[in-house]
């Protein structure tokens, strides 16, 4: 699943760090994931669509099994001791051992279904008692259960009158929170701080002082005050005043070093492979614990411009500069040349599952690059390059690549263009002695009565580790395990070759799978998962049913029909098709998308994952989806 309680880590943007933008001068707010231009939608003929359609319908959910034993009341979410990230209310869930039970939850009534299961969306306990009290009863028989939690603390009150209260925890940057800073002189940080709505603050340096404007407030919860002062003024030591009537409050600033007081700083992107890798990438961000976006080569020589928060600002080119992890960052030594990086005469290479375009990069340097997508075209990006090539060897008569062009956008960005005479399908990007290799994948050879036959399908049933737990203890690896069988028993079937993830409840790493998926070259890859909600979303209110998820634009064609098969087969509303940086769907070699088939935490949901029916009709979804998908494939 996408979103769950406190179970999954797939989205790799930090919002702590996010937060910590306001140094920079931007808003701590959601980020909105990147537009994407749509890929052609597969739609193949009317009648080839109504011979899959059922002409009613899609059966109901299998009916929920009614539970009638001894009260045995358990809590699955929240577990024990667990912090609710929520301020005011949060979904509680588990079951009883006995349909036939009523419940209270802190004294509220919860509603408990036929197998015993319970889902309530309650008010959290106050600090001074954290701990949920449930009561449930059954006739004379009365069970009660005391669980734990732990809560946020209230924000801290800010009234008018009385003491001069601050929330110190709120003043930025300061350490050590915000942690070491490297920026420009004339870079602007965002100082702030929550007081008191009618209170005066204002910062001062050596050389001059600042007034911070205040946001809208009231006589609890303060107002929020902040200004934006260049870097170079709080370098020799600023103090952060509040005053209000007689009383003053002072508070010393972060000293941020100057990176242009420096010498350029030269660092690597990771270590040089031993080998050409087509796996290991160093990950790319807009801002400090952002969303991934560029997708380096281990090795890649980049200037160092900045340090905030654990991330390290590097210099793609004179137009765009980028974050990554620290850990992702090896200085070199003082003195190291700047990469003079130079295109030289390219030429093609022509196999019959792919076609290389290789680059030759004068001074061996490899260069950050980014690749977008379109139709049936690649543009690859080369940040901090001259293109100086005069002549492209074609191979002879490839079926696959159409043209290749060149231009300069800046001094040092270079632009290629690779035209293809049919949808792009996958592709990678690797480092061959000095050479920059663009590896674009031909689209297999489809029968387009039996579009599966002959192909590889990986197929990653979810998890573990982590993962997401219904009311009565379904784990969602345990859960979609006999469905990524059944997928598999299905594509055998329909005489595709099937590479399974994880065949076991062992775990797997969840880098390894789309790895595993790239060594078998499989054709395309489905990672099968069930849902749930983030803490504070109300699920008796919320929607829920069907979705699926991708990332790269070649996946977006297989998204639709298998989001199309899911609905038609499982029968719960269509959540609809994703963009989502999701760590399983990332690689490009093939189209690759994610199912968020049913809520693991809706009680019927969870029952139905259960039975052997659902189970196959989310299999079913899953490979008519395929089929759709290949047999528009084949027509391109």
């Known amino acids: 699943m996408v979103l769950g309680p406190q179970f999954k880590h797939y989205r790799t943007s930090m919002r702590l760090f996010l937060c910590l933008l306001v140094l920079v001068g931007a808003a701590c707010s959601q980020p909105t994931p990147p537009s994407i231009s749509p890929a052609p939608i597969p739609a193949p003929d009317t009648a080839a669509r109504n011979e899959r359609e059922p002409s009613s319908p899609a059966p109901p959910l299998p009916p929920m099994p009614a539970v009638v034993g001894p009260l045995a009341i358990r809590v699955v ?284 990069i004068q001074g061996g340097d490899r260069p950050a690059f980014f690749v977008d997508e379109g139709e049936r075209s690649l543009v690859v990006t080369l940040y901090g390059t001259r293109a100086n090539t005069d002549i492209i060897n074609y191979a002879e008569n490839d079926t696959l690549l159409h043209t290749l062009e060149w231009k300069q956008v800046l001094d040092d960005r270079a632009e290629l263009e690779i035209g293809l005479r049919q949808p792009v399908y996958g592709y990678l990007v690797l480092w061959e002695d000095g050479n920059l290799v663009i590896r674009i994948r031909r689209r297999p050879a489809i029968d387009g009565g039996h579009p599966l036959r002959g192909l590889t399908i990986a197929v990653d049933p979810g998890h573990p580790p982590i993962g997401a737990t219904g009311p009565t203890g379904l784990y969602e690896a345990v859960a979609v395990l006999p469905v990524g069988e059944k997928v598999r028993a299905l594509l055998e079937e329909r005489g595709a070759k099937v590479v399974m993830t994880r065949v076991t409840n062992d775990p797997v790493d969840l880098g390894l799978r789309p790895i595993i998926a790239r060594r078998e070259n499989a054709h395309a890859f489905v990672s099968i998962h069930l849902n749930a909600y983030g803490d504070g979303v109300n699920p008796l209110a919320a929607r829920n049913g069907s979705g699926t998820y991708f990332f790269r634009k070649l996946s977006e064609p297989l998204a639709r029909p298998v989001e199309r098969g899911l609905v038609r087969h499982m029968g719960l509303p269509n959540l609809g098709v994703y963009y989502d940086n999701l760590a399983v769907v990332r690689p490009s070699w093939m189209p690759m998308v994610l199912t968020e088939g049913a809520f693991v935490i809706v009680p019927e949901q969870e029952a139905a994952m259960r039975t052997p029916e659902f189970q196959a009709r989310y299999a079913e979804g899953i490979v008519e989806g395929l089929e759709e998908y290949f047999r528009w494939l084949a027509k391109q």
């Open 77 to 360: 979410y929240p577990p024990p001791q667990h912090l609710i990230e929520s301020r005011d209310s949060n979904f509680i869930f588990g079951s009883l051992g006995n349909g036939q039970a009523s419940l209270t939850i802190n004294g509220a009534p919860a509603r408990v279904y036929p197998n015993g299961a319970f889902l309530a969306f309650v008010a959290n306990p106050p600090l001074a008692a954290p701990r949920y009290d449930l009561v449930a009863t059954a006739g004379k028989d009365t069970a009660r259960l005391s669980h734990p939690v732990r809560v946020q603390e209230a924000r801290t009150a800010l009234p008018l009158t009385g003491p001069l209260l601050v929330d110190s925890a709120s003043i930025t940057p300061r350490a050590p929170g915000t942690g070491p800073m490297f920026l420009r002189g004339d870079e602007k940080v965002r100082v702030g701080v929550r007081a008191p709505a009618n209170a005066s603050v204002w910062a001062v340096w050596p050389s001059g002082s600042q007034w911070l404007v205040p946001t809208a407030g009231d006589s609890l919860s303060g107002a929020g005050f902040s200004a934006d002062i260049a870097a170079r003024a709080l370098r020799d030591g600023a103090m952060l005043y509040v005053a209000r009537g007689p009383d003053t409050l002072r508070y010393g600033l972060l000293r941020p070093e100057l990176v242009d007081t420096l010498a350029a700083r030269l660092v690597r992107a990771g270590d040089v492979p031993l080998r050409p890798d087509t796996d290991r990438v160093i990950i790319g961000r807009p801002v400090p614990g952002g969303t991934y976006k560029w997708f380096l080569l281990p090795g890649t020589t980049l200037e160092m411009t900045g340090r905030l928060a654990g991330f390290t600002r590097v210099r793609l080119d004179s137009g765009l500069e980028i974050w990554l992890a620290d850990g992702d960052v090896v200085p070199l030594p003082a003195g190291t040349a700047q990469p003079r990086r130079v295109t030289l005469n390219a030429r093609t290479r022509s196999t019959p599952e792919w076609v290389d375009v290789i680059v030759p």
